[in-house]
T-cell receptor
Framework: DTAVSQTPKYLVTQMGNDKSIKCEQN?????MYWYKQDSKKFLKIMFS???????INETVPNRFSPKSPDKAHLNLHINSLELGDSAVYFC??????????????FGPGTRLTVL | GENVEQHPSTLSVQEGDSAVIKCTYS??????FPWYKQELGKRPQLIID?????GEKKDQRIAVTLNKTAKHFSLHITETQPEDSAVYFC????????????FGGGTRVLVKP
Protein backbone atom coordinates (compact mmCIF):
# COMPACT_ATOMS: atom_id res chain seq x y z
CA ASP A 1 0.00 0.00 0.00
CA THR A 2 3.01 2.30 -0.32
CA ALA A 3 3.14 2.35 -4.11
CA VAL A 4 2.84 6.14 -4.07
CA SER A 5 4.49 7.65 -1.02
CA GLN A 6 4.80 11.20 0.25
CA THR A 7 6.91 12.87 2.91
CA PRO A 8 6.26 14.42 5.28
CA LYS A 9 2.77 13.31 6.33
CA TYR A 10 2.28 16.44 8.41
CA LEU A 11 3.94 19.81 8.00
CA VAL A 12 3.36 22.74 10.34
CA THR A 13 5.17 25.97 9.55
CA GLN A 14 5.05 29.73 9.88
CA MET A 15 3.85 32.18 7.26
CA GLY A 16 6.62 33.32 4.96
CA ASN A 17 8.67 30.14 5.21
CA ASP A 18 9.71 27.96 2.25
CA LYS A 19 8.93 24.24 2.38
CA SER A 20 9.07 21.16 0.17
CA ILE A 21 6.93 18.05 -0.08
CA LYS A 22 8.35 14.93 -1.71
CA CYS A 23 6.57 12.24 -3.70
CA GLU A 24 7.86 8.93 -4.97
CA GLN A 25 6.13 6.13 -6.86
CA ASN A 26 7.44 2.63 -7.41
CA UNK A 27 4.77 1.59 -9.90
CA UNK A 28 6.86 2.34 -12.96
CA UNK A 29 4.38 5.04 -13.98
CA UNK A 30 5.36 7.84 -16.32
CA UNK A 31 2.92 10.53 -15.28
CA MET A 32 2.71 12.17 -11.86
CA TYR A 33 0.37 14.80 -10.47
CA TRP A 34 -0.10 17.18 -7.57
CA TYR A 35 -3.58 17.88 -6.20
CA LYS A 36 -4.71 20.27 -3.48
CA GLN A 37 -7.63 19.36 -1.19
CA ASP A 38 -8.95 22.35 0.73
CA SER A 39 -10.83 22.47 4.03
CA LYS A 40 -14.12 21.84 2.23
CA LYS A 41 -12.64 18.63 0.77
CA PHE A 42 -12.61 20.01 -2.77
CA LEU A 43 -9.92 18.29 -4.87
CA LYS A 44 -8.22 20.28 -7.60
CA ILE A 45 -5.31 19.47 -9.84
CA MET A 46 -2.28 21.73 -9.66
CA PHE A 47 0.36 20.16 -11.92
CA SER A 48 1.16 17.06 -13.90
CA UNK A 49 4.48 15.80 -15.23
CA UNK A 50 5.03 13.19 -17.90
CA UNK A 51 8.49 11.66 -17.74
CA UNK A 52 9.96 14.84 -16.20
CA UNK A 53 8.15 17.16 -18.61
CA UNK A 54 5.49 19.59 -17.34
CA UNK A 55 2.13 18.79 -18.98
CA ILE A 56 -0.54 20.49 -16.86
CA ASN A 57 0.00 23.75 -15.03
CA GLU A 58 -3.24 25.04 -13.61
CA THR A 59 -3.72 28.56 -12.34
CA VAL A 60 -1.42 28.17 -9.38
CA PRO A 61 0.59 31.01 -7.80
CA ASN A 62 4.19 30.93 -8.99
CA ARG A 63 5.22 30.46 -5.35
CA PHE A 64 4.50 26.79 -6.10
CA SER A 65 7.18 25.08 -8.16
CA PRO A 66 7.13 21.38 -9.00
CA LYS A 67 10.38 19.59 -9.67
CA SER A 68 10.79 16.17 -11.21
CA PRO A 69 14.36 14.83 -10.92
CA ASP A 70 13.29 11.56 -12.57
CA LYS A 71 10.04 9.94 -13.59
CA ALA A 72 9.60 8.22 -10.22
CA HIS A 73 9.75 11.46 -8.22
CA LEU A 74 7.76 14.67 -8.25
CA ASN A 75 8.47 17.19 -5.52
CA LEU A 76 6.56 20.34 -4.68
CA HIS A 77 8.37 23.40 -3.41
CA ILE A 78 6.39 26.27 -1.92
CA ASN A 79 7.93 29.69 -1.32
CA SER A 80 6.68 32.40 1.03
CA LEU A 81 3.91 30.28 2.53
CA GLU A 82 0.56 31.95 3.17
CA LEU A 83 -2.34 31.04 5.46
CA GLY A 84 -4.42 30.05 2.43
CA ASP A 85 -1.89 27.40 1.48
CA SER A 86 -3.07 25.28 4.41
CA ALA A 87 -4.56 22.15 2.85
CA VAL A 88 -3.88 18.51 2.19
CA TYR A 89 -1.65 17.97 -0.84
CA PHE A 90 -1.93 14.69 -2.69
CA CYS A 91 0.49 13.26 -5.17
CA UNK A 92 -0.80 10.78 -7.76
CA UNK A 93 0.56 8.77 -10.67
CA UNK A 94 -0.70 6.96 -13.74
CA UNK A 95 0.88 4.74 -16.40
CA UNK A 96 1.61 5.94 -19.90
CA UNK A 97 1.12 2.63 -21.62
CA UNK A 98 -1.30 -0.23 -21.28
CA UNK A 99 -5.04 -0.41 -20.76
CA UNK A 100 -5.34 1.90 -17.78
CA UNK A 101 -3.39 5.03 -18.78
CA UNK A 102 -6.23 7.12 -17.39
CA UNK A 103 -6.29 5.59 -13.91
CA UNK A 104 -4.66 7.70 -11.22
CA UNK A 105 -3.36 6.27 -7.95
CA PHE A 106 -3.06 8.63 -5.02
CA GLY A 107 -0.44 8.96 -2.32
CA PRO A 108 -1.36 9.23 1.39
CA GLY A 109 -1.35 13.03 1.40
CA THR A 110 0.60 15.73 3.23
CA ARG A 111 -1.37 17.92 5.61
CA LEU A 112 0.18 21.39 5.49
CA THR A 113 -0.73 23.86 8.22
CA VAL A 114 0.50 27.43 7.92
CA LEU A 115 0.37 29.44 11.15
CA GLY B 1 -12.90 24.07 -19.12
CA GLU B 2 -14.61 21.04 -17.66
CA ASN B 3 -17.03 21.48 -14.77
CA VAL B 4 -18.40 18.61 -12.68
CA GLU B 5 -21.40 19.00 -10.38
CA GLN B 6 -22.15 16.34 -7.76
CA HIS B 7 -25.32 15.77 -5.73
CA PRO B 8 -26.22 15.36 -2.97
CA SER B 9 -23.46 16.81 -0.80
CA THR B 10 -24.54 14.61 2.11
CA LEU B 11 -26.47 11.36 2.14
CA SER B 12 -27.65 9.42 5.15
CA VAL B 13 -29.00 5.90 4.62
CA GLN B 14 -30.01 2.99 6.79
CA GLU B 15 -27.80 -0.07 6.64
CA GLY B 16 -29.03 -2.38 3.90
CA ASP B 17 -30.62 0.41 1.85
CA SER B 18 -29.27 1.69 -1.46
CA ALA B 19 -27.37 4.92 -2.01
CA VAL B 20 -27.28 6.87 -5.26
CA ILE B 21 -24.95 9.76 -6.09
CA LYS B 22 -25.35 11.76 -9.29
CA CYS B 23 -22.88 13.83 -11.27
CA THR B 24 -23.14 15.99 -14.36
CA TYR B 25 -20.28 17.20 -16.52
CA SER B 26 -20.06 20.05 -19.00
CA UNK B 27 -17.55 19.02 -21.67
CA UNK B 28 -18.88 16.45 -24.15
CA UNK B 29 -15.27 15.49 -24.97
CA UNK B 30 -14.90 13.85 -21.54
CA UNK B 31 -14.35 10.13 -21.99
CA UNK B 32 -13.30 8.69 -18.64
CA PHE B 33 -15.31 8.83 -15.40
CA PRO B 34 -13.82 7.41 -12.20
CA TRP B 35 -15.33 7.29 -8.72
CA TYR B 36 -13.13 7.63 -5.66
CA LYS B 37 -13.88 6.80 -2.02
CA GLN B 38 -12.08 8.77 0.66
CA GLU B 39 -12.25 7.69 4.30
CA LEU B 40 -11.43 10.18 7.01
CA GLY B 41 -7.77 11.12 6.94
CA LYS B 42 -7.00 8.74 4.09
CA ARG B 43 -6.18 9.00 0.40
CA PRO B 44 -8.84 8.90 -2.34
CA GLN B 45 -9.11 5.31 -3.58
CA LEU B 46 -10.55 4.31 -6.93
CA ILE B 47 -13.61 2.11 -6.47
CA ILE B 48 -15.00 1.92 -10.00
CA ASP B 49 -14.66 3.71 -13.30
CA UNK B 50 -16.42 3.82 -16.64
CA UNK B 51 -15.30 4.85 -20.09
CA UNK B 52 -17.43 6.63 -22.64
CA UNK B 53 -17.92 3.57 -24.83
CA UNK B 54 -19.84 1.80 -22.04
CA GLY B 55 -23.24 2.65 -20.52
CA GLU B 56 -23.09 0.65 -17.32
CA LYS B 57 -20.57 -1.21 -15.22
CA LYS B 58 -21.01 -3.26 -12.08
CA ASP B 59 -18.63 -4.59 -9.45
CA GLN B 60 -20.33 -6.52 -6.65
CA ARG B 61 -22.43 -4.00 -4.67
CA ILE B 62 -21.40 -0.94 -6.66
CA ALA B 63 -22.46 0.07 -10.15
CA VAL B 64 -21.99 3.10 -12.31
CA THR B 65 -24.19 4.29 -15.18
CA LEU B 66 -23.29 6.82 -17.87
CA ASN B 67 -25.63 8.83 -20.08
CA LYS B 68 -23.44 10.60 -22.64
CA THR B 69 -26.34 12.41 -24.27
CA ALA B 70 -27.43 13.98 -21.01
CA LYS B 71 -23.84 14.26 -19.77
CA HIS B 72 -24.49 12.66 -16.45
CA PHE B 73 -23.29 9.61 -14.59
CA SER B 74 -24.30 8.00 -11.32
CA LEU B 75 -22.93 5.73 -8.62
CA HIS B 76 -25.20 3.13 -7.07
CA ILE B 77 -24.32 1.28 -3.88
CA THR B 78 -26.67 -1.54 -2.90
CA GLU B 79 -27.02 -3.26 0.48
CA THR B 80 -25.04 -0.51 2.18
CA GLN B 81 -22.86 -1.37 5.15
CA PRO B 82 -21.37 0.87 7.86
CA GLU B 83 -17.94 0.55 6.20
CA ASP B 84 -19.38 2.27 3.13
CA SER B 85 -19.46 5.49 5.18
CA ALA B 86 -16.99 7.89 3.54
CA VAL B 87 -16.79 10.81 1.14
CA TYR B 88 -17.30 9.80 -2.48
CA PHE B 89 -15.99 11.83 -5.41
CA CYS B 90 -16.93 11.60 -9.04
CA UNK B 91 -14.57 12.92 -11.68
CA UNK B 92 -14.37 13.44 -15.42
CA UNK B 93 -11.40 13.40 -17.73
CA UNK B 94 -10.65 14.36 -21.29
CA UNK B 95 -7.91 11.85 -22.01
CA UNK B 96 -6.51 13.86 -24.92
CA UNK B 97 -6.02 16.86 -22.62
CA UNK B 98 -3.19 15.46 -20.56
CA UNK B 99 -5.25 13.20 -18.28
CA UNK B 100 -6.60 16.16 -16.34
CA UNK B 101 -9.16 14.93 -13.81
CA UNK B 102 -11.86 17.38 -12.78
CA PHE B 103 -13.55 16.35 -9.54
CA GLY B 104 -17.05 16.90 -8.26
CA GLY B 105 -17.51 18.49 -4.85
CA GLY B 106 -17.92 15.17 -3.03
CA THR B 107 -20.77 13.40 -1.23
CA ARG B 108 -20.49 12.53 2.42
CA VAL B 109 -22.27 9.20 2.89
CA LEU B 110 -23.27 8.03 6.34
CA VAL B 111 -24.62 4.50 6.73
CA LYS B 112 -26.51 4.12 9.98
CA PRO B 113 -26.49 0.65 11.57
Amino acid sequence: DTAVSQTPKYLVTQMGNDKSIKCEQNLGHDTMYWYKQDSKKFLKIMFSYNNKELIINETVPNRFSPKSPDKAHLNLHINSLELGDSAVYFCASSPLAGERTDTQYFGPGTRLTVL
Amino acid sequence: GENVEQHPSTLSVQEGDSAVIKCTYSDSASNYFPWYKQELGKRPQLIIDIRSNVGEKKDQRIAVTLNKTAKHFSLHITETQPEDSAVYFCAAMIKAAGNKLTFGGGTRVLVKP
